[in-house]
């Protein structure tokens, strides 16, 4: 198959011009075909793994990997349970916190939230929050201050920026578990959290000594966040712990709640590969049509060579070549277009949004607000050779129909 004598000639015959035209014309559109197709998988592919990246870079490197939930009350002896959780090998970090809902006001204007009572010191050990946020307002956020962290989304909703004042109301129970006027608690923005997605419009940070006293709590905390070394084992590592905890916990992970983010990323990614083949296999079959066509247009240098001393290999050999050609040229060609593409493709997009003037991905809605792109070589190279594997298998029966031509009979018939 490899022969230099076949591949001489399957180059010529894929390049001299066609006696018929419209084999050309198809010739023309299967290469076009298999390189539109390997450019558009390569593409999607890439924004797949962007939005994996995203996820594991912006979302599960602030949210915790686990967490340890009081059972219908805090948990009061928290330091010992967080030293217990650390004690697993898998574990990397603890933090403590206290979270609640609280309804934020600034003027008319109202946002219903998370609030989140963290410490700084130790948050940072188990979150990658303080990338996000002003090195000077983290650093400086702490205790009997007011400070709020509020989310850039929310900051949008509310019309606030740094350093203005909003009116936090906070869920008050009596004794009897009765719900009673909330709260009216004053609150100083000291700084914006902004991951650019959806946690940006629903999440605000305030200091644990703080959280504590408004819940009135004394020393007790809702639950303990974990940091695991493996995130995607976070449930199995998570009940390991629990089992060895003196008290009642509730065992969650980031699966609970972004589980699916992680499932749907997966499952298009399978997606992606199934048309990836089916698509390049449409395009790589039109090379059949474009071989036999090929074949008639030249049963008589076909036959010219038979009677050379050309043999049915030979024969064979040269249109699996020049089929071959095509694949690989559109392959080629598909793959620098699709790696061009991706590499460039969020500030395409940001530039089409901008055209257009509409955001095509919403922060309110989805876990980023912008379209994320990361070529891979390997995709790159799997996309291609599936391409050209393709090709060369729609190659093999124009071929075979080719070395059993007869060139008494084609010669005959002229």
């Known amino acids: 198959m ?6 001489l000639i399957g180059n010529r015959f894929s390049r001299a011009k066609q006696r018929n035209k419209l084999v050309s014309f198809i010739s023309l559109s299967s290469t076009l075909g298999i390189t539109i197709g390997v450019a558009v998988i390569i593409i999607g592919l890439s924004a797949m793994n962007g939005f994996e990246r995203e996820l594991q870079n912006r979302v599960l490197s602030v949210i915790p990997h686990a967490e340890l939930e009081g059972v219908k009350k805090p948990i009061t002896e928290w330091q010992v349970v967080m030293n217990k959780a650390v004690e697993h090998p898998q574990v990397v970090a603890a933090a403590p916190y206290v979270a609640f809902t609280a309804l934020l006001e600034r003027g008319s204007k109202l946002k219903a939230v998370e609030v989140r009572g963290v410490d700084p010191e130790l948050e940072s050990m188990v979150s990658k929050l303080p990338q996000f946020i002003d090195k000077q307002a983290w650093q400086s956020f702490s205790g009997q201050q007011k400070s ?51 946690i940006d419009h629903g999440l605000a940070l305030i200091p644990l000594q703080d959280a504590q006293r408004y819940m009135k709590m004394n020393n007790q905390v809702t639950g ?25 916990v509730y065992l969650k992970s980031w699966e609970q709640k972004y589980g699916f983010l992680f499932r749907d990323i997966q499952l298009v990614r399978t997606i992606m590969y199934l048309v990836m083949v089916l698509v390049i296999g449409v395009a790589s079959f039109n090379i059949v049509s474009t071989l036999m066509m090929a074949v008639k247009d030249r049963a008589p240098d076909i036959a010219i060579l038979r009677t050379m001393g050309a043999t049915d290999g030979l024969i064979k050999r040269i249109f699996i070549w020049q089929g071959l050609l095509s694949g690989v040229m559109g392959s080629i060609v598909g793959s620098i277009i699709g790696s061009a593409v991706a590499l460039n493709l969020t500030l395409m997009i940001k530039g089409l949004e901008r055209v257009v003037g509409h955001q095509f991905l919403s922060g309110d809605i989805y876990f980023v607000d912008f379209l994320p792109s990361q070529l891979q070589i390997n995709d790159v190279i799997l996309v291609t050779m599936t391409a050209i594997i393709l090709s060369l298998i729609a190659t093999w029966y124009p071929a075979r129909r080719a070395s059993k031509l007869q060139p008494a009979a084609v010669l005959s018939a002229k």
């Open 2 to 7: 490899f022969s230099p004598l076949s591949f």
């Open 148 to 198: 709020v962290i509020l989310g850039a989304g929310v900051a949008k909703v509310l019309g606030v920026n740094v350093g203005d004042w909003i009116t936090a109301l906070i869920p008050n129970e009596n004794a009897q578990k009765r719900l009673k006027a909330p709260q009216r608690i004053r609150l100083q923005v000291t700084g914006l959290l902004s991951l650019g997605g959806q």
């Open 224 to 248: 303990i966040a974990l940091k695991v070394d493996d995130v995607l084992m976070a449930r199995k590592i998570v009940r390991e712990v629990g089992n060895t905890l003196p008290v009642y």
